[in-house]
C-alpha cells in the first residue's frame, strides 16, 4: 500500500530536549516537504527536499533542520524545541515537485511545555 | 507571490442540502488547482483537481471548475452525507523560483453535515 508513515503520533517534550520525527514513504517519491498546521493559519511548509541531498527553506523554517540521506526518508529535527513550535505536523512527498498529487502522512501532535 | 483565500467556516449543513465552499487565487504563472479532505485524526487527502483553465475536476461527487477569467475554483456537491463532515483546504501548485512549487494552502473550511 502506497502510503507517508510519521513517527511518532503524539509528542510531548519540555524546551530545549532535542527530538526528532520521522518521516518515510514507499512510493519512490523524489519530492518531500514538512508542513505544520495551526488553528487560523493553514498549512504552512516548514522545508522541502528535491532529492536526495538536496533541501530547502519553505516559509517557517526558523528552528527546524531536515536531512535527506536516502529517498524514502526524511526527518525533521528540532535541535531545541519552543513552546512556539507545538503545532500538528505533516510530511508529504510526491512524485514530481511541480503539478503532482501529494500525500500525506497521518501527522505528528507535537506539545512542548 | 501566491495566495489563496477560502470562505470561513465553520459550515453546518443538513443531510442532502447543497454544498458551495468558495475558494479564490492569487497566482503569478499557470497553477494547478486542487481540493485536499482531511478526516478527523488523519493527514490530507487529495479530493480533485484540475490542471488547466475550464477544466473540471470530479470525486466521490464533488465537483469544481478551474475558471481563470475570476481566478476561483468553488468546490460543489449535489447532496451532502454525514461521511462529508472534514475539513477541506484548496490549494495551488505554481512553478517558483528553482522549481519548487510549495502547495499553497487556504486556511481549511470546517463542514459538519447533520442528520
Known amino acids: 500500500e502506497a502510503q507517508v508513515t510519521q513517527n511518532p503520533r503524539y509528542l510531548i517534550t519540555v524546551t530545549g530536549k532535542k527530538l526528532t520525527v520521522t518521516c518515510s514513504q514507499n512510493?519512490?517519491?523524489?519530492?518531500m516537504s514538512w508542513y505544520r498546521q495551526d488553528p487560523g493559519l493553514g498549512l504552512r511548509q516548514i522545508y522541502y527536499s528535491m532529492n536526495v541531498e538536496v533541501t530547502d527553506k519553505g516559509d517557517v523554517p526558523e528552528g527546524y533542520k531536515v536531512s535527506r540521506k536516502e529517498k524514502r526518508n526524511f526527518p525533521l529535527i528540532l535541535e531545541s524545541p519552543s513552546p512556539n513550535q507545538t503545532s500538528l505536523y505533516f510530511c508529504a512527498s510526491s512524485l514530481s515537485p511541480v503539478f503532482a498529487e501529494a500525500f500525506f502522512g497521518q501527522g505528528t501532535r507535537l506539545t512542548v511545555v | 507571490g501566491n495566495s489563496v483565500t477560502q470562505m470561513e467556516g465553520p459550515v453546518t449543513l443538513s443531510e442532502e442540502a447543497f454544498l458551495t465552499i468558495n475558494c479564490t487565487y492569487t497566482?503569478?504563472?499557470?497553477?494547478?488547482l486542487f481540493w485536499y479532505v482531511q478526516y478527523p485524526g488523519e493527514g490530507l487527502q487529495l479530493l480533485l483537481k484540475a490542471t488547466k483553465a475550464d477544466d473540471k475536476g470530479s470525486n466521490k461527487g464533488f465537483e469544481a471548475t478551474y475558471r481563470k477569467e475570476t481566478t476561483s475554483f468553488h468546490l460543489e456537491k449535489g447532496s451532502v452525507q454525514v461521511s462529508d463532515s472534514a475539513v477541506y483546504f484548496c490549494?495551488?501548485?505554481?512553478?517558483?523560483?528553482?522549481?519548487?512549487?510549495?502547495?499553497?494552502f487556504g486556511k481549511g473550511t470546517r463542514l459538519s453535515v447533520i442528520a
Open positions: 497566482a503569478t504563472g499557470y497553477p494547478s
Open positions: 512510493m519512490n517519491h523524489e519530492y
Open positions: 490549494a495551488l501548485s505554481d512553478r517558483g523560483e528553482g522549481g519548487n512549487t510549495p502547495l499553497v
